[in-house]
């Protein structure tokens, strides 16, 4: 423990069970001293454990709250604000969803009203986020907001379907608000791009367990797993990262700069050869 948020409020959406990273991070905000509410939908509650965290968090309040609704947004954070006594200082985006993923549909034979969807929870709400924070005058000077982000916005995953769309919207957002809300408060909003996840939603992914284990085998580093992203969030929030805004940093062990990987190569020519072996048989 290093007391990096000692003092410091905030607001950490997305926590659903202990596989969750937003779960991670707020037993880690807890840990560096932090005082924070949690939230998500109504759904999510009933079938999540964040009850369970709020106590391990001493006793954190739980609003729920649809981010995609401005109403349910300005409640959550005016309710923040009365019960942690003020301004908060850090705020975290961790959400996401498509059911055109869940519901199996290919990207070229997409549902589009469940596209909307997909933008509107995943991406859409991290302005609307935003925006009310800033309309309301939310957040310290020097605060920092962070949503959760990955690759696939940059590259083509397969499998990762119009979620890839989704976080390329998310990281714009961040670049666009974040000289808005620097510019004026000195507020920097940053995305942070995970290696692939074995969390509750990003289980649902199509292919997630191979897609994991190449991105290992392809990082210098290994993947980062919840508990690792959430302690480079801590980072994020802190005053030590104080002129970091508008930026997508990848926390992937390194994956998102490598082409080939000796670990990789072998196991994609082992592949050829086991195969060949089948043929001669």
């Known amino acids: 423990m290093y007391n990096l948020l000692k003092g410091k409020k905030g607001i950490i959406f997305g926590a659903l069970d202990s596989k969750s990273i937003?779960?991670?991070?707020?037993?880690?905000?807890?840990?560096?001293g932090a005082i924070f509410t949690l939230t998500n939908t109504p759904a999510a509650m009933r079938f999540g454990e964040i009850n369970e965290l709020a106590e391990q968090c001493n006793n954190a309040t739980v609003i729920p709250a649809d981010a995609?609704?401005?109403?349910?947004?300005?409640?959550?954070?005016t309710k923040s604000m009365e019960i942690l006594g003020g301004k908060v200082d850090f705020i975290l985006h961790s959400i996401g969803m498509s059911l055109n993923v869940r519901k199996g549909r290919p990207y070229d034979d997409l549902n589009y009203n469940y596209f909307?969807?997909?933008?509107?929870?995943?991406?859409?709400?991290?302005?609307?986020?935003i925006q009310v924070a800033r309309k309301l005058d939310a957040i310290n000077e020097w605060g920092s907001i962070v949503a959760l982000s990955y690759v696939a916005a940059q590259r083509s995953l397969y499998g990762y379907n119009d979620m890839a769309d989704a976080k390329a919207v998310l990281e714009s957002i961040a670049r666009s608000f974040g000289y808005i809300y620097g510019r004026d408060k000195k507020v920097r909003i940053n995305t942070i791009s995970q290696s692939p996840t074995r969390t509750t939603a990003g289980s649902g992914v199509k292919g997630i367990d191979g897609l994991i284990d190449f991105t290992d085998r392809m990082s210098p580093l290994g993947n980062a797993d919840a508990?690792?992203?959430?302690?480079?969030?801590?980072?994020?929030?802190?005053?030590?990262?104080?002129?970091?805004?508008?930026?997508?940093i990848f926390h992937d062990g390194g994956f998102s700069n490598m082409g080939m990987s000796l670990r990789a190569m072998t196991q994609y020519n082992k592949s050829f050869d086991e195969g060949e072996f089948e043929l001669n048989e």
């Open 22 to 32: 937003a779960w991670k991070v707020a037993e880690k905000a807890h840990e560096e």
């Open 227 to 248: 508990a690792e992203c959430a302690d480079f969030c801590i980072t994020m929030f802190s005053d030590l990262t104080r002129k970091i805004t508008m930026q997508n």
């Open 68 to 77: 995609t609704s401005i109403e349910d947004i300005e409640n959550l954070i």
């Open 116 to 129: 909307q969807k997909t933008l509107d929870i995943s991406a859409l709400s991290f302005h609307k986020v």
